[in-house]
């Protein structure tokens, strides 16, 4: 939430201005069991997992399963790296999950109907990166899909298991937004349950 009341107040450029905008980044070192865990806090999200190829490695992480093969990728989480940027319709807030290598896991984007103090929460104890201007690659991610949905963390015997459940009621606002995103990671967003 970092971008969304730090730059409310923040005057709007126009579309000609696109090469002086910048992205503030924060980066967080944390393990994908941790991250896991503080999901269902966040509440309704923009989910958009990354895109494996069939034969990806499917490691299983001790003590934790998962209910859907596209979570797989967050328990591999080693680094979520926060942006935010400013764009013509007001801020945009996302994470991306990195594994050890740097490699793109999933992006979470921030709704106005996340909890914003989970999110804060989650993203605190980072340090800041340098603000970079905004170049297409820096928006746009290689996902497979796009999906709102609520995180979940269950039990299964001696397992931890990362499960979803749909959104549900999602604001007109949030809808738009999450529309946005898609077109913009050239996905199809999942139909909502409102």
Known sequence: MFGWL?????????????????????????????????????????????????????????GWLVARDNLGTLLRTNELRASCMIGVDGPREWIDCLDAAGGFCARLHLLPDTDYLAWDALLAGGSSL??????????????????????????LASFHVLDTSPLGRLSPLGRGIARDVARAAAVELAPAID
């Open 6 to 62: 730090a730059h409310a107040f923040a005057s709007t450029r126009s579309t000609a201005d696109t090469a002086a905008w910048t992205i503030s980044r924060t980066s967080v070192r944390m393990p994908g069991v941790e991250l896991a865990a503080r999901l269902p806090l966040l509440g309704g999200v923009l989910y958009l997992p990354a895109c494996r190829s069939p034969g990806a490695s499917r490691d299983l992480v001790a």
């Open 130 to 155: 340098p603000a970079a201007p905004v170049c297409p690659g820096e928006v746009a991610c290689k996902a497979a899909m796009a999906e709102l949905l609520c995180f979940r963390v269950g039990r």
